[in-house]
Structures are given as C-alpha cells and as structure tokens.
C-alpha cells in the first residue's frame, strides 16, 4: 500500500526554484495531524541525509546545507507535506524523499517513493 506520495521534482538551472509535495492518500485527517514529517535526500554514490522535519504543532527543523533556501510546511486539511526549495545548488540534486514519523532528525518507519530533483549549474 502507498501511504506516501511524492510529486513536484524535475530539472531547474542553478538558482531556481522548486516546490515538493507529499501527500498522504490513506490517511484519515485525524491521523495524518497527530505525525511528525520529515523530507530527506540521497545523492549517487551516498548515504540518504536529512534535510528538514516538521512537527504536528509546526515546528520546523532544517540541515545547516538547507538553512534559509529551503522552507518545510504542511496543510493538514490537505494532508500534505510541502518542502519549497529555492536558490538551487548542483550539489542539491538527489532523489528526495518524504517520511512520517521523523523524531529530531531521525526517520520513521514510512517512506514515500521519492521524486528526482536535478540541477544544473
């Protein structure tokens, strides 16, 4: 079963902008507000990293390599999970992933497929 779905990846030129969705078809509305989300990244060749958690009352959590590009947010009504990435690096390119469950910055159990992000410098 899908319990999470990634969308909003693509290629974009150094610089730009892009904005991730994640959202969670299976969940009722009363379940989806109670978990913490995260989205995390992995590169070719590495380990999957962290790069930003939000907490059921919105507190949010950033890697120092995001700080202040990126921004993590959610719509519970929607049941989504967004991550907004703007001033875009090379070395930002990865196939990003979202997950419930986060603590701190460790991730839980429930992953969603993930989506490709390429950028060209």
């Known amino acids: 079963q899908v319990q999470l779905v990634e969308s909003g990846g693509g290629l974009v030129q150094a610089g730009g902008s892009l904005r991730l969705s994640c959202l969670s078809p299976?969940?009722?509305?009363?379940?989806?507000?109670?978990?913490?989300m995260g989205w995390y990244r992995q590169a070719p060749g590495k380990y999957r990293e962290f790069v930003a958690a939000?907490?059921?009352?919105?507190?949010?959590n950033y890697a120092d390599s995001v700080k202040d590009r990126f921004t993590i947010s959610r719509n519970n009504g929607k049941k989504t999970v967004y991550l907004q990435m703007n001033s875009l690096k090379p070395e930002d390119t990865a196939v990003y992933y979202c997950?419930?469950?986060?603590?701190?910055?460790?991730?839980?159990?429930?992953w969603g497929q993930g989506t490709q992000v390429t950028v060209q410098g």
């Open positions: 299976r969940s009722i509305l009363s379940s989806f507000v109670q978990y913490d």
């Open positions: 939000i907490t059921r009352n919105g507190n949010t």
């Open positions: 997950n419930r469950g986060v603590i701190g910055q460790r991730a839980g159990d429930v």
